[in-house]
């Protein structure tokens, strides 16, 4: 057998054992927003642009699925289609305004157009304002498994998930990610091979986008909850932090970056405000001093002991 | 049509403005079909920019620019280069974390459009490695096809550049000082490569080099603050007495 399945066999062992370990709730919690930490990594780690308004695309998707399943009684696969297509539109429209920028205007103009999307979630009324919409159904899935059942649901999010996690693998090493890989490398040389920048870039945030949607649209059926929290800025500094902390760049780091924040926001959860003063900690504690995250240091300090 | 005309690139009154300053002034080049041509000229002549502008790198203030008889100076920078105008860059440009290989590859990758193919594997790309592997026993790095770029010597590096752009079948070749920084061996090398890749085609060269302009060029146009201060063959070229003077005035050979 090839040695290097080893890991995922292991990892697929523990997801499918956890359930009966840990509360399901908080393992789908993690699983949604380690989805939205590499759907976001596929951005800053493998284009090097900072988005700072990925929270709209997750949030947006949220509120599309509670609305469409609670409102329009559509089944919860529809749901999750329609949160996906909105938040690949809202990508299509935030790039299309922001891609030619760098640095930290990309990110200005991301957060504005985020904060756009929070004012119009806050005025409309479809999104319940200050309460959002609460307790959306979870009907069956293709109107056959019952996700009312929080052990079929916790496998359910768990295979949607990892085909997830799959399309970015396949992504990052298919021919569009080999021509991502030159831009980053060098634009202005890929640019002058005949590839025009901009249309890779707008696909890969499109993409980023669309992932993070799901990730949304998953949590909204699993807390059967959409709320003003998924679109605020918060939120889109929360996935910067999980990627960080994981290691920006490397596949499994954003995983290992959600499950550390989401764990210590629920343990520390009694200390109330004191959270993001102790987030802050850490993320300035990352940036200064594990640069590459927890993932990239693990794998830099493996590779000095093989050399 | 592209066959006919006798310049296949050509600007008129080509103009760029930095904030005031003026970097080309009203240049009009004429770079015949199938022939070697070297740009000269003293430090900051603007031998670059006037690059950037012809390949859309930069807009130019005023002017036109005609390629095979085709207007381009409204076109963008990724599209020139599908026209067949390519550019090398003055500071080596590979893509330094991707193998050798890989550099090839991603310059004969575009015309199997699948570059935005993001469901597929990247194993569909192995169909162009034996072009790979040819192009770059071509310049005479074949053995290094393994490498990452960046672990490559400064003079192979260029190697590769060249291969990546021939990599692309250009008419017009635009090598921006393609010797800077190499050593004597080196230059060797890569003055009998572009000599041997310009058969067919057509070359634009940046170069400080005056023996390597001596020895491979058919027309030499200098350029001294941004305006052409004398066009034609070596012989003639170096003979002139503003050339003399432009080049002793700034201390170059
Ligand atoms: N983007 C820019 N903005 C402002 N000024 C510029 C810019 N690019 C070039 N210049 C200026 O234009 C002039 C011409 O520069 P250019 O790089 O074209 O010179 P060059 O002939 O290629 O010189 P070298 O032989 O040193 O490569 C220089 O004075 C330079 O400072
Ligand atoms: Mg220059």
Redesign the pocket.
């Known amino acids: 057998m090839d040695r290097r399945l080893l890991p995922a066999i292991v990892l697929l062992g523990v997801a499918l054992a956890a359930p009966f370990i840990v509360y399901p709730v908080f393992l789908m919690k993690v699983l949604c927003f380690a989805l939205f930490a590499c759907a976001f990594n596929l951005l800053i780690g493998y284009v090097g642009l900072v988005s700072f308004g990925h929270a709209a695309f997750f949030g947006g998707a949220a509120y599309i699925t509670a609305y469409s399943v609670k409102v329009w009684g559509w089944p919860t696969e529809a749901g999750l289609l329609a949160g996906i297509a909105v938040a690949a539109l809202l990508g299509l429209a935030f790039g299309a305004i922001a891609i030619r920028r760098q640095g930290i205007y990309f990110a200005m103009i991301t957060l504005a157009l985020s904060q756009m999307v929070f004012f119009f979630c806050l005025q409309a009324k479809f999104t319940g304002g200050e309460d959002g919409i609460q307790s959306i159904p979870r009907r069956p899935l293709f109107g056959v498994i019952d996700l009312k059942n929080e052990l079929t649901l916790y496998y359910v999010v768990l295979a949607i998930v990892l085909s997830a996690f799959w399309l970015i693998y396949r992504t990052v090493h298919s021919p569009f990610g080999q021509v991502l890989k030159s831009i980053r490398e060098n634009e202005p040389r890929a640019v002058s091979l005949g590839y025009r920048a901009e249309h890779y870039k707008l696909l890969a945030f499109v993409l980023s986008a669309a992932l993070s949607g799901l990730a949304g649209s998953l949590k909204s059926v699993v807390f059967q909850l959409a709320s003003l929290t998924d679109v605020q800025w918060q939120m889109s500094g929360e996935v910067i932090l999980m990627t960080l902390v994981g290691g920006l760049g490397t596949i499994f780091g954003p995983v290992v970056g959600a499950v550390v924040v989401i764990t210590m926001q629920n343990y520390l959860a009694p200390l109330g405000e004191w959270v993001l003063v102790i987030q802050g900690v850490i993320f300035v504690v990352v940036v200064l001093a594990f640069r590459r995250g927890i993932v990239g240091e693990i794998s830099a300090w493996l590779s000095r002991l093989r050399a | 049509m592209a066959g006919a005309v006798e310049f296949i690139l050509e600007t008129q009154g080509l103009t760029k403005e930095?904030?005031g300053?003026v970097?080309?002034r009203g240049v009009n080049l004429q770079v015949r079909a199938g022939t070697i041509h070297a740009m000269i000229?003293?430090?900051?002549?603007?031998?670059?920019?006037?690059?950037?502008l012809l390949t859309k790198f930069?807009i130019p203030t005023a002017g036109r620019i005609h390629y095979q008889g085709r207007e381009i100076t409204k076109a963008r920078p990724a599209d020139v280069a599908r026209l067949g105008l390519v550019r090398s860059f003055?500071i080596s440009a590979v893509f330094p974390h991707l193998t050798v290989l890989e550099n090839v590859r991603i310059a004969l990758q575009r015309r199997l459009g699948n570059s935005f193919h993001f469901w597929r594997s990247e194993a569909v790309l192995d169909g162009l490695n034996e072009r790979a592997h040819a192009l770059l026993a071509d310049v005479g790095i074949g053995d290094f096809w393994a490498l990452r770029a960046a672990d490559l010597p400064y003079g192979r590096k260029r190697a590769l550049e060249i291969a990546t752009t021939l990599a692309l079948e250009p008419e017009v070749l635009l090598l921006?000082?393609p010797m800077a920084g190499l050593g004597h061996e080196d230059i060797g090398r890569i003055s009998a490569l572009i000599r041997r890749v310009a058969k067919g085609r057509t070359v634009l060269m940046?170069e400080?080099n005056m023996s390597v302009v001596a020895e491979l060029s058919d027309t030499i146009t200098v350029?001294q603050r941004?305006e052409i201060l004398a066009e034609g063959p070596y012989g003639e070229v170096s003979r002139d007495a503003r050339v003399i003077e432009a080049y002793v005035g700034t201390g170059h050979g």
């Open positions: 930095f904030a300053f970097a080309v000229g003293p430090n900051g002549a603007g031998k670059t920019t006037v690059f950037n930069l003055q921006d000082e940046v400080h350029l941004g």
